[in-house]
C-alpha cells in the first residue's frame, strides 16, 4: 500500500480550479486527500512553471507571474530589489545575480552563470542550476533537481524531493532531507513548456472545460510570447503554413528556450495534432507526425503523458463536479441517454502481448530512482513500464495515483474498480487494457461468466442493477466531453453506494482516460502472451 501523504497547507490547486472550488467539493476531496495531493503532484511535474502575464515590482514584495529573462538583472529598467521578498512563478534567468535582504523564491527555474545570495532561503519547484554556488545562511530547499559544477553550501538544512548532483559537493551543517513524501520529480526530456501547455489547451478546449481553457491559455501566453498560437487552438484552426505563425516562429523559439527544451512553431502543430487525435480517437494514434517534428523516444513519452494527464485531469473534474452539484460542468444534455459501449470478438480474458512503438528501457538501464518509481518486479518485467521509464518523474507519481486509486481501502469494492477500468478500456477500444481488467474483475468478483458476457456484448448486457449503474456512470466520464448526469449518480446512491465508494468509482474512471491513452499511443496488442499488469488483485 503506498503511504499516506501528509496534508499541506498548499493553495487552492487546479483541480479546485476546473471542478469548482464549493464547500461540497472539498468535503469529496478530503474522502481521498492522498489521491489529490498526488493529482497536484503530477499536474506539477509535467507543468513545472506556472507562469501568467509579466513581472510586477515595486518598493515591497517583488512578484511576477512571467518571464524574468535577459543578460542583466531580471527586473524592469533596473535590479529586482527592496526590503521584501523576491518571488516569482516563472523563470528567472540570466547572467547577473538575484539579490536583496529577503529570501529568493521561486515555483520555476532558477539558472544562469552568477550566484543567487542573500540571508534568506533560496527554494523553488524547478531545478537549480549553474556554473556558480547557490549560498545563503538559510537552508536550500527544492522539490526539483539541484544540478551544477559548484557546491551547494550553508549553515542550514538542505531539503528536497529532487537529485543533487554535480561534480562538486553537497554540505551543510544541517541534515539532507525530503520535504514532502509525494513522489515525482520534473524530468528534462526536452519537451518545452510551450509544447507542453499548447497539448494541453488543446485538451481543455475538446472538453468543454472553461476554467481549464483559461488556465491553460495564460500557460501558453506566456511560454510564447504572442496569443496568436492559443487562439488558433482554441478556434481549431491551422497552426502550420500560414502567415501569422511564421511571423511569430523567431519570437516563440526564443522565448520557450528553456532547462526544457526548445518550441517552435512546427513542433507545437505536431503535439496538438497528437493531442486532439488521442483525445478523441485514442485507438488511432500514430507516433510518425511527432517524429517528423523531431520529437524523441523520450519526448514522444513525455508529450503522450501530458496528454494522456489532462484527459484524466478533464474526466476527473467532470466526475467530481457531478458528485458535488449534479452538473459536471461540460454543457452537454443532461436528459441525453448514458453512453453505452458496445463488446465484439476482439474483447478477451485472454493473457494478451503488447507491443512497444519505441524502445523500452531495457531492465540493465533501470537505476534504483525507475525501480521504485515502477513498484515492483512485475512492472519491471513489462515493456509497457520500461516504456514509461523514458520519463521518470512522471512515472513515479503516476504509479503512485494508479495504485492509491485502486488499492485504498474502504469505499468501492476492489472487483468493481476494475469493472470500470473495464468499461472505460471498452469505450476507448483499449484491448490490452480491457483484458488485464476483466481478468482481474472476474478472480475477484469470483464467477467469468458475466465478465465475459460484458466483453462480449457490451455494456447493454450487463448481469444485475448495481453493475450496470456501475458501467453506465463510468462509462459516461470517458466521452469526451463527459456525458454522465446527475440521474446516474442518484441511481448509485439509492443503491446504497456511499460518497466514498462514488468517489473511488470516479478516481478509477479517470485514472483509465490516462492509462487507455498512454497503451494505445504508445504501443498495440499482437498475439497472446504471458505480458501482463504490473499491480496485484488483492481486497
Known sequence: MHQAVPKTDAPTDVLDRFAGATPELARLRALRPELIELEQ?????????????????????????????????ATGPGPATGPGPATGLGLATGSGPATGPGPATGLGLATGSGSATGPGPATGLGPATGSGPATGSGPATGLGLATGSGSATGPGP?????????????????????????????????????????????????????PAVGHYRALLDTATGETATADRIIARAPLDGDTATAATAAKATAATTT?????????????????????????????????AAGF????????????????????????????????????????????????????????????????????????????AALAGKARVDTPYFRTL????????????????????EGGLPRAERELAATAVSLYNGCVYCASVHARLTARLHGDPAPVRRFLAY???????????????????????????????????????????ALVDLVHCAAFFGWANR???????????????EGRQATE
Open 41 to 73: 503532484r503530477a499536474y506539477e511535474v509535467l507543468f513545472p512553471v506556472r507562469t501568467g502575464p509579466g513581472p510586477a515590482t515595486g518598493s515591497g514584495p517583488a512578484t511576477g507571474l512571467g518571464l524574468a529573462t535577459g543578460s542583466g538583472s
Open 158 to 210: 538542505a531539503t528536497g524531493l529532487g537529485l543533487a548532483t554535480g561534480s562538486g559537493p553537497a554540505t551543510g551543517s544541517g541534515p539532507a532531507t525530503s520535504a514532502r513524501t509525494v513522489p515525482g520529480t520534473v524530468t528534462d526530456t526536452g519537451v518545452s513548456v510551450a509544447e507542453r501547455a499548447a497539448a494541453a489547451l488543446a485538451v481543455a478546449v475538446e472538453h468543454r472545460r472553461a
Open 259 to 291: 532547462a526544457t527544451g526548445a518550441a517552435t512553431p512546427g513542433r507545437i502543430a505536431a503535439a496538438v495534432a497528437h493531442a486532439r487525435l488521442l483525445t478523441h480517437t485514442p485507438a488511432r494514434g500514430g507516433l510518425d507526425a511527432l517524429r
Open 296 to 371: 524523441t523516444d523520450p519526448q514522444i513519452v513525455t508529450v503522450s503523458q501530458t496528454v494522456a494527464f489532462v484527459n484524466h485531469q478533464m474526466q476527473l473534474a467532470a466526475g467530481l463536479a457531478l458528485l458535488a452539484t449534479g452538473d459536471s460542468g461540460t454543457g452537454t444534455d443532461p436528459g441525453a441517454p448514458s453512453t453505452t459501449v458496445a463488446g465484439g470478438p476482439r474483447y478477451t480474458t485472454d493473457v494478451l502481448t503488447w507491443r512497444p512503438a519505441i524502445r523500452p528501457l531495457a531492465p540493465g538501464e533501470l537505476g534504483e530512482e525507475h525501480r
Open 389 to 408: 521509464g523514458h520519463d521518470l518523474g512522471i512515472l513515479a507519481v503516476r504509479t503512485a495515483i494508479d495504485l492509491a486509486a485502486f488499492t485504498a
Open 458 to 500: 457490451g455494456s447493454t448486457a450487463v448481469l444485475g442493477r448495481r453493475w450496470k449503474l456501475i458501467t453506465r456512470l463510468a462509462t459516461g466520464l470517458a466521452p469526451v466531453p463527459a456525458t454522465a448526469a446527475e440521474a446516474d449518480v442518484e441511481a448509485l446512491r439509492e443503491l446504497g453506494l456511499t460518497e466514498l
Open 518 to 532: 498512454l497503451m494505445l499511443s504508445l504501443g498495440s496488442v499482437e498475439g497472446e502472451d504471458q505480458e501482463h
